[in-house]
């Protein structure tokens, strides 16, 4: 049994500077007939399976793979027999380049950012640094700008990518491309390590308790301190202190 003109379900939609995100639901068998979009926009496929035509082609897509859209390529699009969830990108006309020609890729690190933001619920700073991963930063080379975010970084006084980005009057997805670029990680990440340090330091040096030590360097509680201790160094805070 196909479903085709049923309307998606859209499950989450954020919005950050010249972008919106919105994670859409679509139903088993899902059809939708020839149509084309109004902006150039990029999708991440985070559960599911589709096939989508264009320009006379058709690509199979699963999770991980993402479509680089430019605005008016019509295209059809027929969803598999779990549906798909995806994440679409759509900037503002003015913002960002538009893609050269509708592709489709494989890309391992937005599938991981665009779950991040769902389990992150409705998070800026994990949609920019989505939309980062999305679009790689072509340039190399630092600025003195970007070393004032690794500064604020290490020393615990930076705020949200977005705040950053407006201290350094650039957009909030060039501050965490050009980062990423630079520092061969994300912000959040690069944030994560500095935190993980900082407790580390803390419990090796003082008598402060786990509990107090994951406060003082702005976990939320003991068990999420533990949580990023495995994913930063492989190993519990406790095996520090003992």
Same mark, same amino acid.
């Given at each position: 049994?196909?479903?085709?003109m ?16 919105? %994670?859409?639901?679509? =139903? ?35 999770a991980?793979?993402? @479509?680089?859209?430019?605005?008016? @390529?019509?295209? %059809? ?11 679409a990108?759509?900037?503002?006309? *003015?913002?960002?380049? *538009? ?13 991981? =950012?665009?779950?991040? $933001? ?13 939309? =980062? ?12 700008w ?18 950053? &980005? &407006?201290?350094a009057?650039?957009?909030? %997805?060039? $501050? ?8 061969g ?6 944030? $994560?390590?500095?935190?993980?340090r ?7 040096? #003082?008598?402060?308790?786990? #509990?107090? %030590? *994951? ?15 495995? @994913? ?11």
């Open positions: 049994m196909k479903s085709r049923r309307e998606p379900t859209v499950l989450l939609s954020i919005k950050t500077t010249g972008y919106t995100a919105r %994670v859409v639901r679509y =139903a088993p068998f899902q059809q939708m007939s020839a149509h084309a979009h109004e902006v150039h926009g990029i999708s991440a496929v985070l559960g599911g399976s589709l096939l989508e035509e264009a320009h006379h082609r058709s690509v199979t897509a699963s991980g793979w993402i @479509v680089n859209k430019p605005r008016a @390529v019509e295209h %059809v699009n027929r969803f598999g027999p779990a549906g798909a969830t995806l994440l990108i759509s900037p503002a006309e *003015a913002v960002g380049e *538009a893609p050269k020609g509708w592709s489709w890729t494989q890309n391992a690190p937005a599938l991981r =950012a665009g779950l991040r $933001l769902l389990r992150a619920n409705s998070d800026e700073d994990a949609l920019v640094e989505l939309i =980062a991963a999305l679009q790689p930063y072509p340039q190399s080379g630092s600025a003195s970007l070393e004032a975010v690794k500064v604020a970084l290490d020393d615990g006084s930076a705020q949200s990518v977005s705040a950053m &980005a &407006a201290e009057s650039v957009h909030p %997805v060039y $501050l965490a491309r050009a980062f990423r670029a630079q520092y990680m994300s912000v959040r990440a690069y944030r $994560l390590q500095v935190k993980v900082r407790a580390m330091y803390l419990i090796a040096t #003082t008598p402060l308790s786990l #509990t107090q %030590v *994951a406060l003082e360097t702005g976990f939320a509680e003991h068990s999420h301190m533990c949580r990023s201790f495995r @994913v930063v160094a492989g190993w519990k805070p406790g095996l520090l202190r003992r």
